[in-house]
């Protein structure tokens, strides 16, 4: 083995946490500045965030210091009333309680949407905040009750940009001209000067990029713990697959119709069977089959939809509650982004793996994927995760965009490059990962790892913009030293640890690790 093949399969070594904890007297804590940081964090976001379970449920208190355990985060309510219905939690000091929960991004908000007088609010039982902007450890019904309150931002970690980019990557934050490049810092004029080499800028992202990574690992590990990673993933994917704007609607139907009731409930026959049958049971659930068809249908969309209801007839048992077609945007999104199609992608990707697991359908293709002739095995291993998306195929809503819709002359991918592709990076190689670390299984981390060091350079958001801006002052170098997903990702940290506050440069690890003449080439 060569030693650049070596290098690839190593370990991935935390260094930056290193360098974080070997500086953090001089770096200081990093706090974000809840209203400069509001501005992007729509309640939308922290709606998926609450719904989502992206925070750590690990010692999680209310604002008046009790401690709180989710057992359901409830329903969402696109009726009127409050956000979430029949959520259940326990509450120190009062037990088990059953209600409604209201979100906003801050405290304050209860107040300004003037629900302390509506009484169709006094059955919240809990009021979710990304920050107590008040202050305050209660909030106030129309009937008087106090209702406790749980900020959301020590949970996250206070890195507000990136939860919302790895919620709603398309959705760029609201204050653009605060990521613009900044002139003047010490990075890009160190950069243009030649005081710091792109080798050195390049291994220094290898390690920040890394360090992003094992942290999201770390945090599934700790999820492991206490939930199925099996229903981990299936409920991932379909959050992933609810793209912008439906996350939330896919993250219930996957609630309601859980991989293990579906798994008694849809025998092992034939793959399309399983399918239709998965099918029936998604789009009844999701309320995309409520109702008569509008005008005529084609034969073709008639003979599937009775397909569906035949099929909806025979299982069992049915979920306790549906969706509506009011929970379902459609507006600014691509037809060939529709749910129904995402919903017949998910029904398909699942029903080839349901009764042989779909964790363990993403193993094997990491362990059995090789590189024909002088191939690289990472590229097989890439090819084999993304294709378990892209060759996602449906003979009906290949080619349709809505049941009933116009047929399409020409058939148009379920799942397509980039969106694969994000689920690849956000999903499964962090899932993948954390399964790793409590296995003891060798080979599976080396394939891993090598995969992660090769994952070709992404497209760009407003983060990533503004931060090769930033560090090589306008140069064409940019693209060329941050050409990995890896290096991506160590610029959504940097920016996470040194730009996103007030901090000057003086506090930035960058800096700091220059200034110490850290070489860094333990980064492999």
Known sequence: MRADEASEKAPIVDLYGRLLEEFSAQIGESRAVYGQAARSVREEIVRCVWFGGHYSRQDLRTEDGRRLEVVSPGWWNVEAGPDFIRAEMLLEGVGRLTGDVEVHTLSGGWYAHGHHRQPEYNDVILHVVMW????????????????????????????????????????GPADQPALQAVEGKYCGTAYRNGEIEAEWLGRLLD?????????????????FRTHSREQILYERIAEALGYRGNRMPFLQLAGLLPLAELRRAVPAQDAAARSLTLEAAYFTTAGLLAGPPAGDEDP??????????????????????????EHWKLA???????????????????GAQLHTGLFNHFLRAVHS?????????????????LNAFLQLEHPYWSFRYTLGGRRLTRARALVGDERAMSILIDVLLPLLMAHAHGEGDEDLPRRLAELWRNLPRQG?????????????????????????????QGLHQL?????????????????????????LDAVR
Not at 207 to 223: F, S, T
Not at 372 to 379: I, K, N, Q
């Open 132 to 171: 107590n902007d008040r202050q305050e450890p209660t909030v106030e019904a129309a009937s008087g009750a106090a209702i406790p309150q749980l900020a959301l931002s020590g949970a996250v970690g206070g890195d507000m940009e990136e939860l919302v980019e790895l919620i709603d990557p398309e959705a």
């Open 207 to 223: 390690a920040a990029g890394d360090h992003r990574l094992l942290r999201r690992v770390a945090e599934l590990a700790e999820l």
């Open 300 to 325: 073709e969309s008639a003979a599937y939809r009775e397909a569906l209801s035949c099929a909806w007839e025979r299982f069992e048992p049915k979920p306790p509650t549906r969706l509506s077609a």
């Open 332 to 350: 600014g999104v691509r037809p060939v982004n529709y749910p129904p199609r995402r919903i017949a992608a998910l029904a398909r990707l699942c």
């Open 369 to 385: 994927a090789r590189a024909a002739g002088r191939g690289r095995d990472d590229v097989a291993v890439r090819h084999a995760l």
């Open 460 to 488: 760009d958001n407003s983060i990533t913009r503004r931060m090769e801006q930033t560090l090589f002052a306008g140069s064409r170098d940019a693209q060329r030293v941050v050409g990995s997903t890896r290096r991506q």
């Open 495 to 519: 920016y996470r640890d040194c730009c996103q506050g007030s901090a000057g440069c003086e506090r930035c690890v960058l800096y700091l690790a220059r200034q110490a003449g850290k070489r």
